[in-house]
């Protein structure tokens, strides 16, 4: 099965640290957020997994020669001379993701509960859904709006008050408000939707973008535990998650 872990990012947030090392380096428990991703994937069967590398891209090059790729098949999608965000991510990534079965999109600032494998199974047991996307009811400002089908309609943000809908008429009080996680399994034939889009784009404005043509459905996790690592301060709640429940991923 094919993985595809974001760690291209430059982590702003978490300077000074990110100053000298990327972000998907920074540890978490003792150990890089990439190697938490790596094992976890591993773990649930993923055993050929693509890796986007931007900010101090060579320091990831050499941890994975390091640790002999953790003993899977590692593929380099190469963006360090420009950062194409997360749907630009996955296009540039097409030669490897490409394929008659899914792929497993994780962010690498990403520590969570979830089994990757049941998320993964419950894509395959929808073959109309071009994407399955890991969400939860946890507070943020961003929210994707879905129907009672699980379906995805629009976006909202809480704080501006600004909506996003190709939807006639959308009405944001009438949908189901989620949280995504950073973590989606999506269909291969989501290239050949694609073919419009080219260098640098976020995958919701493209998932928004094409969501009243095609199924991008949700998958609310019950008993779902989710960090994002990528703040100093969830950086301190994750080593402290992990000292008290080092078994939890």
Not at 1 to 29: H, N, Q, S, W
Not at 120 to 147: C, E, G, I, W
Not at 181 to 201: L, Q
Request: some cysteine; hydrophobic content about 40%.
């Amino acid at each position: 099965m094919k993985a595809l872990i974001f760690a291209a990012g430059k982590g702003t947030r978490l300077r000074p640290l990110t100053d000298t090392m990327p972000k998907a380096l920074v540890p978490v428990g003792g150990k890089p957020m990439l190697e938490h991703v790596i094992l976890k994937l591993k773990a649930a069967g993923f055993d050929r997994i693509a890796i986007n590398i931007h900010h101090l891209g060579e320091q990831i090059l050499d941890f994975l020669r390091a640790n002999q790729n953790f003993g899977v098949e590692i593929y380099i999608s190469d963006e360090r001379d420009y950062l194409l965000d997360t749907g630009g991510g996955i296009k540039k990534a097409e030669p490897f993701l490409r394929g008659n079965e899914p792929f497993l999109v994780h962010n690498v600032d990403i520590l969570s509960n979830i089994d990757l494998l049941k998320l993964y199974q419950l894509h395959l047991d929808n073959p109309k859904a071009l994407a399955t996307l890991l969400v939860s009811k946890r507070k943020t400002s961003r929210y994707l709006l879905f129907n009672k089908e699980n379906q995805l309609c629009g976006w909202r943000n809480r704080e501006t008050g600004e909506v996003k809908s190709y939807y006639p008429y959308f009405d944001p009080a009438q949908y189901n408000e989620f949280a995504f996680s950073g973590i989606h399994v999506i269909s291969s034939e989501i290239f050949k939707w694609m073919d419009e889009w080219t260098g640098k784009f976020p995958i919701i404005n493209f998932y928004l973008s094409i969501c009243a043509r095609t199924k991008i459905m949700a998958f609310p996790a019950e008993h779902l535990e989710i960090i994002d690592v990528g703040k100093p301060e969830t950086l301190r709640i994750a080593d402290e998650w992990l000292a008290h429940e080092p078994d939890i991923l």
